[in-house]
Nanobody
């Protein structure tokens, strides 16, 4: 089992920045990739970014490519999501996920965190 705990969400004005963190514990040796997904009210959960656990190969959704940055710190068993230039459409609950493949599909991830709320006011 892998446990994931997100932190760093909050309320920010449009144009502001947030940094999300996700700490992994348990059987972290089984993790191949970790990712961030988000879910806005009334919408399906959508892919944001993912990164390989052992090598910093990453992938982004088109909506955040060039704006958000995902990173990994293996020593701390953690991943991060730097989110500058936030827009109102970035408002959502952000979830951390861990699994066996570098993928944008929710089904590729076996473990999920509880989520952290990000609210961007315009």
């Amino acid at each position: 089992q892998v446990q994931l705990v997100e932190s760093g969400g909050g309320l920010v004005q449009a144009g502001g920045s947030l940094r999300l963190s996700c700490a992994a514990s348990g059987r972290t040796s089984s993790i191949y990739a970790m990712g961030w997904f988000r879910q806005a009210p009334g919408k399906e959960r959508e892919f944001v970014a993912t990164i390989r656990w052992s090598h910093p190969i990453s992938m982004y959704a088109d909506s955040v490519k060039g704006r958000f940055t995902i990173s990994v710190d293996n020593a701390k068993n953690a991943i991060y999501l730097e989110m500058p230039s936030l827009k109102s459409e970035d408002t959502a609950v952000y979830y951390c996920a861990a699994g066996g493949g570098l993928s944008s599909r929710t089904g590729s991830y076996d473990y999920w965190g509880q989520g952290t709320q990000v609210t961007v006011s315009s």
